[in-house]
């Protein structure tokens, strides 16, 4: 089955400053790429998603880029905020129809420091 | 538009005790997944369903858990007999689409598990 993994643990940035997470994934028929964000006691939230026929994705302050040769991709926040402090999980699924649950990675805690 | 409902949002059993979660997924939305969350841990799938139908339950222990969505719409997810390793936060999701692809998923807010 699929396997992504997802660096680092933990990111600590100053306030303004950008954010990039990073992951891979195992299974090449993985042709979906969401990134969801985690506030405490929250259900994650999507921020952003890819597609595997796209190689970069922005929306506002936020991007995402995928390599699909390399099976791996990152999520870019730049001007980072106070409230951009959550987990954040990189996903990945099968989508044809069917079966299209998302494997998901560990997550980051990203902290901005004010 | 109304989001994924979870009840409850919180539930203390102890071991060896049978325990119920309840999904009210997004209107119209004809897939819903139930996901469980270990603490420290990004969510697994256990089961996902369409309308009515299982489409993936590989992931799911079926020795004890098993999972319903009768009518399509709400699902419900039961664990008997609860073990310590079952404590974590389940996630319920739902998406629109039928036959894909790139059906975007939204998550309801989740139910803590303790299992003491």
């Known amino acids: 089955g699929e396997n992504v993994e997802q660096h680092p643990s933990t990111l600590s940035v100053q306030e303004g400053d950008s954010a990039v997470i990073k992951c891979t994934y195992s299974d090449s028929a993985s042709n979906y790429f969401p990134w969801y964000k985690q506030e405490l006691g929250k259900g994650p939230q999507l921020i952003i998603d890819?597609?595997?026929?796209?190689g970069e994705k922005k929306d506002q302050r936020i991007a995402v880029t995928l390599n699909k040769t390399a099976k791996h991709f990152s999520l870019h926040i730049t001007e980072t905020q106070p409230e951009d402090s959550a987990v954040y999980f990189c996903a990945a699924s099968i989508q044809l129809g069917g079966a299209d649950g998302l494997t998901f990675g560990k997550g980051t805690h990203l902290i901005i420091q004010p | 538009e109304a989001g994924v409902a979870q009840s409850p949002r919180y539930k203390i059993i102890e071991k060896r005790q049978s325990v119920a979660f309840w999904c009210n997924p997004i209107?119209?939305?004809?897939?819903l997944y139930w996901y469980q969350q270990i603490l420290g841990q990004g969510p697994k799938l256990l089961i996902q369903?369409?309308?009515?139908?299982?489409?993936?339950d590989s992931q799911l222990p079926k020795d004890r858990f098993s999972a319903e969505r009768l009518k399509g719409v709400d699902s419900t997810l039961k664990i008997q007999p609860a073990k310590l390793e079952d404590s974590a936060v389940y996630l319920c999701?739902?998406?629109?689409?039928?036959?894909?692809?790139?059906?975007?998923?939204?998550f309801g807010p989740g139910t803590r598990l303790t299992v003491l």
């Open positions: 999701a739902s998406s629109f689409g039928t036959s894909g692809p790139y059906n975007e998923q939204f």
């Open positions: 369903f369409q309308n009515n139908g299982v489409v993936d």
């Open positions: 209107s119209g939305h004809a897939t």
């Open positions: 890819i597609r595997s026929n796209v």
